[in-house]
Every structure is written in structure tokens, then in C-alpha cells.
């Protein structure tokens, strides 16, 4: 479960002052169910609102809410994706598993829900968990339901779900057994005991871990099975840690520490090195850690390179919560995907029909220092790259912009290099920072510091989703700190803080570290921008950062993209490449 308990039923339906675009269609891809019109849900006035914001290429339901993915697999030909959904309304309630299917991770097909409260041990919802794929290629899938509305958020216990027809590769019918609950807390609270992972084999066991937490720690508890019903709870956690709050959706992989291929869930050897994510539900964050897997004790032991606390690594420096991982046995990766909310209102998400987006597939692998993941979207979206512009060895001097134009820019990926001829004039980094809450560091630099802000070395990057005469602007850029030490900062930041004159919407600075070494004096950036998303991978996915915006002016056809340099180092883009994005095909 992915969402805090504070959305209330009932409220008052305010229209919101949507733009509202008479004919624009600044979508390539024909007649998509993001050119109807939808009607707004829980009035008695019906009205119609155009959409828009709704996305090209990241996977949305056609209306309502969504929140965490589950369950992601492949079988017999198709992946397989599950989803938190609310078929009631653009808020979050009744939740139930959406299912859709897909052959290449970007196009999808809506089926029935797959499991849907209607039992005892899940009369009250259905929520997160995962598949595991047991031999005799017979996959299953355990998830919390809620039995009881009391204690707040509901009393939890763990279900499990096999397919009808097992010959059928869509799986379109689930069966939940009448043996279930198989997983009760005991000395757990009751009301956070969450989101199983997928189950892994060692020893003549299957493994799982559940999130929960103690007052402020984090903890996941390790259960322990032989035929996949009877599970005994271990002595020992899994993995725990103080003073992080509640730890949500759990993830448990290994990784190769050689190439970038991925390894399934039950893979154990001298080259492997593993992965623990939790959701953190005090920040709304997804936080992991590189480390160890002690078989003997059967625990999680992170690196002492990894920070294991609020201010450690992140998949995704913005909006990007509840994610999940699953093993490609086709083509051999890992694929991360994950929960993206809204910066908009509640009432304008009943008003537009829907909230919460999935953003694109990625590809997770260790990076060569050991010490963290790279992430890269998915390969098959770059089929969908259409009417492309190219641009090499362009200077941009200071306060310098140049726009890109020939493409869709709002529906767009856009991929460049950057260089420059010396860090003489990087700017000091201000060790007043280091009083900053370690976990926001980057991200209060990224709010004193915009774009606006004059440096040294940088601020250069991108202005996406930009109004005409920059009255609105999301700014994704980096900017390069030399501290007292000498040594070198690299930040990334994606800025919303100017990205919508509407003052209601949530607009944060978000900013995020690059570790990368600077001796090639070249920075790489790349952003898929669709409408209302703006997600960004700098250094071939070393540092990740998601936007959701809701510009007034800036929107389909209206929008502009530019780059951009505000320090007084010349800036050179080596190569940049900008491809409108095609419409996928999505539910
Ligand atoms: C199971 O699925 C297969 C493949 O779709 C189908 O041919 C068969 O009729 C299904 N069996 C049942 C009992 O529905
Ligand atoms: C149990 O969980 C509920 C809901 O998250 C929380 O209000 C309560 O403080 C928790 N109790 C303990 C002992 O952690
Ligand atoms: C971190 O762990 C490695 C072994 O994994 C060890 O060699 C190193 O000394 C440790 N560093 C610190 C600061 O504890
Ligand atoms: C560059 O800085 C100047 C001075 O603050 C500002 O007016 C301008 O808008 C900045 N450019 C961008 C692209 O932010
Ligand atoms: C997404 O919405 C913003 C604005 O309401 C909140 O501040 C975030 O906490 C929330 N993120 C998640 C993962 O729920």
C-alpha cells in the first residue's frame, strides 16, 4: 500500500481553471483514448474537461486513481502488470488489482480486474504484493488484504492468488483460495503489516519479507516456507533500522556485480551483490541499499558505502514512490516501475478524472564502483521516437537559450551531451548547507540556487515544458560546487518551483547529487517530457529526478523547449538529439 490514509470521501467539487485548449491535438499517434472527453465522477452536474495533461507514453488506466504497481511478471509472451486502482474515482478508496498486459512494456491492454475485495480475509481491500514464480513455470501472487476497517489503516494479513487456467497467457482469472489468510501477524502491529515481495528459494525454502514497523523503526520481518502455504515467521527481521518510520513495499534483489544483465530473485554466487528498497512512508521516498545477503543468519547486511536511513540513495530524486522490481527471463534485466502521484489538487484530479501515472520502465543494473544502481529506461520505448532534430557543437555563452523546435515538445525525448573546456570557475559550495536536513540537502540547494541564479559552472540544462515568454518553465540543470577540500560537486536539479502560474499546485526544487567523475569534463542529460511529467536521467542513469507539473500557458502546442546556460563558463552541447514521441497504445 502505497498511499496515506488522509483522503476523505465527499468533497466539495470545485471546477478548477483548466486550460482549456479548443483544438489542439498535439499528439501523433491517431485517435487515443487521451483525445476523449471524460466526465467528471461523484456530481450531479456533469462536466466536460479536456485532457490536456493526460500522458502519451506513461501508463495510466483510462480514468480514476491509481497508485503502486504490483505483481509485475512475464508469462508465456506477455508481461504482466498489476495495479492499485480505484474504479470508483480520482481519489484513493475501494481499491482493487487492475491488471493490463503487453509485449513490450510500453503498450498495454486493460483486462478484468484480477482480484477484487470479496472475501473474509480481504472484505475491506486489496492491497499491495507480488508474484513469484514457482517451477513448472506456475506463478502466484501473495498481497494484503484488510479484513478489519480498525485499527486505522485496516488489520492486515497476507493472501495469495493463483491463476484459473494456467494455459491461458493472459491470466485473466484468479482464485483465491479458501485456506487464506496464509500470513497473519502475530507480535506485529496489526495495522502495518504490508506489502509482501516476491518470494526467493535458498535452502530448501521460499523466502519472503513483509514491511512493517515498530514506533519509528523500520522493519522486514523475514517469513519462511516449504510448500508456499505453511509460512513461519523468523526469529530475526530480515533487515531493520531505527528512527525511519514505517518501512512500505518492500524490494529484495541481487544484482551481477559483472555486466548489466539481471538475475532472478533466487540467484546466489561470488558475483552477485543485493539490493533492499523500502518506501518510506514519513517521506514519501523509495530508499535502498547495496548490500550483503548472510545466508547463515539469513539477513540483509547493507555496505558501509550506503547510508541506510532517509538521507540514502533513491531510485528518483522527485515524485516516485511504492516502486517495485521483477526478473526478465527474455531479455535478461531487471525492470524497475513505479508510482508517480499528482502535484495537482484533489479537486482538479475530480475534475480532470484521474491521478497517479506509472513512469516508464527501467532497466536497474549495479554500477561498476559497486556502490550503486544505474537506471535507464526501458529499450522498446525508443520505439516510439518519431520526427527527430539534431544539434552538435553549439557554444552557449552565458544567459544564453536556444530553442528546439521541430519537434512536439511537449511529447518528446530529448538526449544531450554537454562539455566544457575547464572547472576553473566553479562555484564555492556553501558549507552553511551542510546544516540542511542531510535527506533535503540537494534539494534546498536546488531552491536557493535555480535557474534564475547566476554561477560559474552551470546552471545549464534544459527548460522544458516553457510558455512563450517563460512566464512558466520546469528548468532541469546542473550546476557544479567545488567545496573547500577541492573536491567537486555535481548536482542535478528539476525545478517546479516556476513550472505553473497556478499557485495551488505542489512545486518542489527537487535536486539530487551525481557521482560522477568530471576528469572528461562532459555531463549527459536526458528527459522524456509528456504533458505533465518531466522524468530525467543524468550521467546514463546515475541520478534520477520526476517532476508532475500543470503549467497554465505551457501546454500541447503551446509549450516550448530550450536549452539553456546561466554561468559565465562556456558551455558546449557536443550532440543533442530530440525526438517527438509517438502515442502508445495504453489501456
Ligand atoms: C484455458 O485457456 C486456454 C488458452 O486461452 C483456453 O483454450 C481454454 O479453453 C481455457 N480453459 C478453460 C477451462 O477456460
Ligand atoms: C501501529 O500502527 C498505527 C498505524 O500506523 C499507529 O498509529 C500506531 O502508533 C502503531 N503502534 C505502534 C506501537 O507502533
Ligand atoms: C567498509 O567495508 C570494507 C569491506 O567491505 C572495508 O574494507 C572498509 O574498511 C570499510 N570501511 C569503513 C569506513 O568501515
Ligand atoms: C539567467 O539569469 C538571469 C538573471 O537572473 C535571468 O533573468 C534569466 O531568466 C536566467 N535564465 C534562465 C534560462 O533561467
Ligand atoms: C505526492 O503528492 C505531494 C503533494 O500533495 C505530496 O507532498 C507527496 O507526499 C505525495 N507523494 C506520495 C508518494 O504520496
Known amino acids: 500500500m502505497g498511499v496515506t490514509i488522509r483522503f476523505i470521501w465527499g468533497f466539495p467539487l470545485l471546477i478548477c481553471l483548466l486550460p482549456l485548449l479548443n483544438n489542439f491535438d498535439g499528439r501523433d ?3 487515443m483514448a487521451s483525445h476523449k472527453l471524460h466526465f467528471v465522477e461523484h456530481t450531479e452536474n456533469l462536466v466536460e474537461v479536456k485532457q490536456v495533461y493526460r500522458t502519451g ?30 474504479p470508483k474515482g480520482a481519489v484513493w478508496g475501494n481499491i482493487v488489482w487492475a491488471h493490463s498486459v503487453s509485449t513490450d512494456l510500453i503498450n498495454w491492454i486493460p483486462l478484468e480486474h484480477a482480484i477484487v475485495p470479496s472475501k473474509p ?8 504484493g507480488s508474484a513469484t514464480i514457482l517451477p513448472g513455470n506456475k506463478p502466484v501472487i501473495i498481497y494484503t488484504g484488510i479484513v478489519k476497517q480498525k485499527p486505522e489503516p485496516g488489520y492486515q494479513v497476507q493472501n495469495y492468488a493463483i491463476p484459473a487456467n494456467y494455459s491461458d497467457p493472459y491470466l485473466r482469472k484468479w482464485i483465491k483460495p479458501d485456506n487464506n489468510p496464509i500470513i497473519k501477524p502475530i507480535h506485529q502491529n496489526v495495522s502495518s503489516f504490508r506489502d509482501p515481495t516476491t518470494a526467493w528459494f535458498n535452502k530448501g525454502h521460499w523466502k519472503l519479507v513483509i514491511g512493517s514497523k515498530n514506533n519509528y523503526r523500520g522493519i522486514a520481518y523475514l517469513y519462511r516456507s516449504r510448500d508456499f502455504i505453511k509460512w513461519t515467521k523468523a526469529k530475526h527481521p530480515f533487515h531493520t533500522k531505527s528512527d525511519v518510520g514505517m518501512w512500505e513495499c518492500p524490494d529484495f534483489f541481487p544484482v551481477s556485480s559483472k555486466g548489466t544483465n539481471g538475475l532472478d530473485t533466487s540467484a546466489i554466487g561470488g558475483d552477485v551483490k543485493y539490493v533492499f528498497k523500502a518506501s518510506l512512508d514519513m517521506t514519501r521516498f523509495d530508499y535502498y541499499t547495496i548490500g550483503t545477503y548472510d545466508l547463515v543468519k539469513d539477513k540483509y547486511i547493507p555496505d558501509n558505502t550506503s547510508v541506510d536511513g532517509w538521507a540514502g540513495l533513491r531510485y528518483d530524486y522527485g515524485n516516485f514512490y511504492a516502486s517495485k522490481t521483477f526478473f526478465d527471463p527474455i531479455k535478461k534485466r531487471r525492470i524497475l516501475t513505479g508510482w508517480a502521484n499528482e502535484s495537482s489538487t484533489t479537486s482538479e484530479d475530480i475534475a480532470k478524472g484521474w491521478a497517479g501515472i506509472h513512469l516508464i520502465p527501467r532497466k536497474v543494473w549495479l554500477d561498476p564502483s559497486g556502490n550503486k ?8 520505448l525508443d520505439k516510439l521516437r518519431g520526427q527527430k532534430i539534431q544539434l552538435s557543437y553549439t557554444k552557449l555563452n552565458k544567459g544564453d537559450t536556444i530553442e528546439i523546435k521541430g519537434i512536439v515538445v511537449a511529447q518528446a525525448d ?4 554537454f562539455t566544457f573546456s575547464s572547472l576553473e570557475k566553479a562555484e564555492l559550495y556553501d558549507e552553511k548547507w551542510d546544516k540542511f536536513p542531510p535527506e533535503n540537502l540537494a534539494k534546498s540547494i536546488c531552491g536557493i540556487k535555480g535557474a534564475t541564479v547566476q554561477g ?16 512558466e518553465y520546469t528548468p532541469v540543470f546542473f550546476r557544479i560546487f567545488k567545496t573547500v577540500q577541492n573536491k567537486h560537486r555535481v548536482l542535478l536539479c528539476s525545478d517546479a518551483t516556476p513550472s505553473s502560474l497556478n499557485q495551488n499546485e505542489y512545486k518542489p526544487s527537487f535536486g539530487g547529487f551525481v557521482d560522477v567523475d568530471l576528469a572528461e569534463k562532459k555531463l549527459s542529460l536526458r528527459s522524456l517530457i509528456d504533458h505533465s511529467v518531466v522524468e530525467s536521467f543524468a550521467e546514463g542513469g546515475k541520478t534520477v529526478i520526476s517532476s508532475r507539473i500543470y503549467p497554465t500557458l505551457a501546454v500541447g502546442e503551446h509549450a516550448h523547449l530550450h536549452v539553456f546556460n546561466n554561468g559565465s563558463e562556456i558551455i558546449t552541447i557536443v550532440r543533442l538529439n530530440a525526438w517527438s514521441m509517438n502515442t502508445a497504445h495504453i489501456n
Open 57 to 86: 507514453y506513461h501508463f495510466q488506466p483510462k480514468k480514476n486513481w491509481i497508485n503502486d504497481p504490483n505483481a509485475p511478471m512475464y508469462y508465456k509472451g506477455l508481461y504482466h502488470l498489476f495495479y492499485q486502482y480505484n
Open 373 to 380: 544502481l544505474l537506471q535507464w529506461p526501458v529499450v522498446e
Open 121 to 128: 480475509f480481504d472484505k475491506y481491500g486489496c492491497w499491495s
Open 414 to 417: 530529448v538526449d544531450v551531451t
Open 456 to 471: 560559474g559552472l552551470g546552471p545549464f540544462g534544459l527548460l522544458t515544458l516553457a510558455s512563450s515568454k517563460l512566464e
Open 29 to 31: 499517434g491517431g485517435a
